[in-house]
T-cell receptor, first 112, second 115 residues
Framework: GENVEQHPSTLSVQEGDSAVIKCTYS??????FPWYKQELGKRPQLIID?????GEKKDQRIAVTLNKTAKHFSLHITETQPEDSAVYFC???????????FGAGTQVVVTP | SAVISQKPSRDICQRGTSLTIQCQVD?????MFWYRQQPGQSLTLIAT?????????ESGFVIDKFPISRPNLTFSTLTVSNMSPEDSSIYLC????????????FGSGTRLTVV
């Protein structure tokens, strides 16, 4: 089955700086890669996603890049703000039953 | 995107008892997924529920412990049976929503504490 590794586990950035989170996946047939933001006590919220036929996608301050050859994808947050502080999860959908496999999560702390 | 109503939002239960968690979706969906999220951890898939067929369980999860019902395309339940303190966790349902914004949406979660 699919295996997703996520790094780093924690990330501290100064407000205004950029944050990058990286994930690797094992199943070359995986075709969908979402990123979720989870604030304390709340449900995971989809913030951006990318399909395997696209190399990069951007939505305002958030971007995701996908390298299918290397089987890794990354989340980029520019001009970070305190409200970006949360746990971020990457995920990959492999080849069976549409289920998502999640990475371990990255705790992002943005300090003013 | 789909709106999921999940209940209860939280419960405190005695060991040895069972709790049934419900998820209601405002649109018809083919598959519903049940996850467990232990404190400070990632999301672990328990099972995938299709309407009209038996749920498919992930390694480490069994039907006797986590029976699932999926009577129609908008509703599912997960029961946590014969609970022990190790079952204390957040349980979330999720659905895949096709369309322009294609993604998976989560219910608000059920915070379960077993004492």
């Amino acid at each position: 089955g699919e295996n997703v590794e996520q790094h780093p586990s924690t990330l501290s950035v100064q407000e205004g700086d950029s944050a990058v989170i990286k994930c690797t996946y094992s199943d070359s047939a995986s075709n969908y890669f979402p990123w979720y933001k989870q604030e304390l006590g709340k449900r995971p919220q989809l913030i951006i996603d990318i399909r395997s036929n696209v190399g990069e996608k951007k939505d305002q301050r958030i971007a995701v890049t996908l390298n299918k050859t290397a089987k890794h994808f990354s989340l980029h947050i520019t001009e970070t703000q305190p409200e970006d502080s949360a746990v971020y999860f990457c995920a990959a959908r492999g080849n069976s039953w549409g289920k998502l496999q999640f990475g371990a999560g990255t705790q992002v702390v943005v300090t003013p | 995107s789909a709106v999921i109503s999940q209940k209860p939002s939280r419960d405190i239960c005695q060991r040895g008892t069972s709790l049934t968690i419900q998820c209601q979706v405002d649109s018809q969906v083919t598959m519903m997924f049940w996850y467990r999220q232990q404190p400070g951890q990632s999301l672990t898939l328990i099972a995938t529920a299709n309407q009209g067929s038996e749920a498919t369980y992930e390694s480490g999860f069994v039907i006797d412990k986590f029976p699932i019902s999926r009577p129609n395309l908008t509703f599912s339940t997960l029961t946590v049976s014969n609970m022990s303190p190790e079952d204390s966790s957040i349980y979330l349902c999720s659905v895949e929503v096709a369309g322009v914004r294609y993604g998976y949406t989560f219910g608000s979660g059920t915070r379960l504490t077993v004492v």
